[in-house]
């Protein structure tokens, strides 16, 4: 089999020499880093302490410092009891954030080369090296974060406090790891190709009217990022939207043609852009892990409610209720 190789250094748009946009494609993505980082709120303070705290108590219980253990608990309780005393309605607390950038700077026939192999070698089980293959497909931008839900993990936290009171260390320890396993991560993907779209449309409404070709040629730069969006998959969250975005762009590229009238819409065409930005910023993720995590959340409020004198998932009663329907 005839194997494919992506160029590393393929350009990101058609055209070379005179043609650029205002920003290089790293400062956009810099430059939605600080944006990002503007955006995240800082946790009280009690709760990043009462945090710190539950960790202290969880190194304590592994080197078996019992005392020192109940002591971290009992100062995180404080910490806690201060801030929901503060704020009663805290609820998804963020305390943590992380940014991770990827690059793939491969054409539309790269992608689509890549995309056709690895087709091919998933329907010949080849799944290893179609995963090699496909991987690397990521021009995006993630942002990770961690919060803390405060209508749980106090409560837990007490909980493990009550079972050390009663010298049971090893209950202490599981309501510790489910206080640690309630914590949700959720993640937001950017896409670059679409920060470099915008960036070009930015250019091209800058130019002076005189400069049609120049302003021609940063609007299908614009396009091809946008198809470059699509064909990595980023345009399926919002197919409108960026179908819109292709439409305008097409729309000014006519009217420079003729009449050159074309100031509303570029205004209309950047207001869009600005929108779906913002929906992109918007859409959160929860991470597959702690799905699960949210499960034993409301889980744990269930028994906290009903006090049910055995456990079972939300999934096994709806099968038994089920499953008696049936029978009926």
């Known amino acids: 089999m005839k194997k494919l190789f992506l ?22 993505v810099k430059n939605e880093m600080a944006y990002q980082a503007k955006q995240h709120k800082v946790a009280p303070k009690e709760v990043i302490l009462g945090l710190q705290n539950s960790y202290k108590a969880i190194a304590s219980l592994q080197a078996n410092k019992v005392d020192d253990a109940k002591k971290e608990l009992k100062t995180a309780m404080d910490n806690f009891n201060k801030a929901l005393k503060a704020n009663p309605k805290l ?5 943590d954030e992380r940014m991770q950038a990827f690059a793939f700077l491969g054409t539309p026939d790269d992608i689509k080369k890549a995309l056709n192999l690895g087709q091919k070698l998933l329907k010949e089980h ?8 496909i991987s690397p497909l990521k021009d995006e931008l993630d942002l990770y974060i961690v ?4 209508k749980i993990y106090p409560a837990t936290i007490q909980k493990a406090l009550d079972a050390l009171n009663k010298g049971d260390k090893a209950g202490a320890y599981k309501l510790l790891a489910s206080a640690m396993n309630s914590m949700v991560i959720t993640k937001t993907v950017i896409p670059t190709p679409l920060l470099v779209a915008q960036d070009f449309v930015l250019s091209a409404s800058k130019l002076d009217k005189k400069k049609k070709e120049e302003a021609t040629k940063l609007l299908e730069a614009a396009k091809y990022a946008l198809v470059r969006a699509e064909l990595l998959g980023y345009t399926k ?5 960026y179908a819109n975005l292709t439409s305008s762009i097409n729309a000014i590229e006519k009217e420079i043609k003729g009449k050159n009238e074309v100031k509303k ?4 065409l950047k207001g869009d852009f600005d929108s779906l930005i913002n929906k992109v910023r918007g859409s959160k993720v929860k991470m597959k892990e702690h799905q699960e995590a949210v499960k034993k959340v409301q889980t744990f409020e269930q028994k906290e409610n009903q006090k049910a004198v055995k456990e079972k998932s939300e999934f096994q009663k709806e099968a038994l209720q089920g499953e008696k329907k049936a029978v009926k």
């Open 7 to 28: 160029s590393a250094a393929a350009v990101a748009v058609i055209f070379s020499g005179a043609l650029q946009a205002n920003t290089d494609r790293k400062d956009l």
């Open 91 to 95: 609820d998804f607390i963020p305390v």
């Open 126 to 133: 080849d799944t290893q090296r179609a995963i090699d293959l």
């Open 147 to 150: 919060s803390i839900p405060m």
């Open 237 to 241: 969250l919002f197919p409108k939207e």
């Open 265 to 268: 819409l570029y205004d209309k």
